[in-house]
């Protein structure tokens, strides 16, 4: 039987082809891991280079911008004009900003090198979740949090591998990292065969003019990414406070080593990374709508208490904030995915952009303010941000739609069925 068979077309849709999620999702692990280098040595360069608070907030600024811009612009052109082979160079655009980062010899340099590690993300984020969505099958939560984990299990490992060769090394020894950035050019380009010869096999048909969710009004998709937009905001800035700020936190409030306060930043990340995996597998079982609700939401007692917690508390509460704020994510994409079936690549695109982005502006607005306040009113500005999960209760019940459809069609078939017996 082959492909061209629509019951083989449909049986190979409901299969998850757990092989190729475990290739990207080591991707976005080499990846991230890679990417999460420059965060994690950003003590290193304010010494090397006499960087102010600012600057370091705008090294962040041009990594972020430079994903946010493009993403959306790729999602948009691969969901027109699939391209299996560019993750592959997108890897090679990280590899070029890891080698550069690693002899920068004045800050210009580092930003560029900042804008390549950038562009290696603004390829690689929402072509792999496009793979995501192609090998997913019946489970695309879970398929799309697999993905995610490993871009998060690769930030979380940075860190570490930042305090214990970076510090120990020198700046120099970022470059040994490429060793990684080549593996993972290997790696994707075998997925790419796959996406070339199987992947666009399941790709959704083409839309007619100008739909965008066959089963709801343009209106009211229009303003639930309107919603989901506003949530990203409120996850990634509160992420940003954290991954670019929290070991200058640590430092200056509790008088804690760069190693030590490295070490709490991978124990914020590892949560991150458990609860992604949760998020996803729970958005396949109670709802995409739940998820976003309890997980933006539900984090913010903890991001209250966080500013006024002693050191061991503070480590304490990184923990389960990480883990409840990471599960949304996974939701929000395949929510957005589900809203807008037929452009898969752009929401990809436009919402981790806007993670990017929206991460990048503020890590600069947050710089700015520590510059001119404390780092600590950073974070007790911040632990308000989860307060804009209340906005997830106006996004529609995508499953209860689901489930009237199909109860609709089930009578439907029911009475055709009961008519074609009383004929006969």
Partial sequence: MTDDNPAARGSAAVTTTYSILAAISVCHLLNDMMQSLLPAIYPILKSNYGLSFAQV?????????????????????????????????????????????????????????????????????????????????????????????????????????????????????????????????????????????????????????????????????????????????????????ISSYYTFYLIEQFGVSVRSAQIHLFVFLAAVAVGTVAGGSFGDRFGRKFVIWASILGVLPFTLILPYANLFWTGVLSVPIGLILASAFPAIVVYGQELMPFRVGTVAGLFFGLAFGLGGIGAAALGVLADVTSIQLVFHVCAFLPAIGLLAGLLPDLDARRAKRSARAAAVDLAGGVGVQRQS
Wanted: glycine share 10%; proline share 5%.
């Fill in 57 to 241: 907030g705008l090294l962040t600024f041009t990594f972020q911008l430079t994903a946010s811009l493009l993403q959306p612009l790729i999602g948009l052109y691969t969901d027109l004009k699939p391209k299996p082979y560019s993750l592959a160079i997108g890897m090679s655009f990280s590899l070029c900003g890891l080698l550069l980062l690693s002899t920068a010899a004045s800050f210009a340099m580092l930003l560029a090198a900042a804008a390549l590690i950038g562009s290696g993300s603004a390829v690689l984020h929402p072509e792999s979740s496009r793979v995501a969505r192609m090998a997913a099958g019946s489970r695309p939560g879970l398929a799309q949090a697999l993905f995610q984990v490993g871009g998060n299990l690769g930030s979380a490992i940075g860190p570490l591998l930042a305090a214990f060769i970076v510090l120990r090394h020198g700046q120099t020894s970022v470059s040994w990292f490429s060793v990684a950035a080549l593996l993972g050019i290997v790696v994707l380009v075998r997925v790419g065969h796959w996406y070339k010869s199987h992947g666009l096999r399941r790709l959704s048909p083409r839309p007619s003019r100008g739909s965008s969710s066959p089963h709801m009004p343009r209106r009211r998709v229009v303003g639930a990414v309107a919603v989901l937009i506003a949530l990203i905001f409120s996850k990634f800035i509160y992420t940003a406070s």
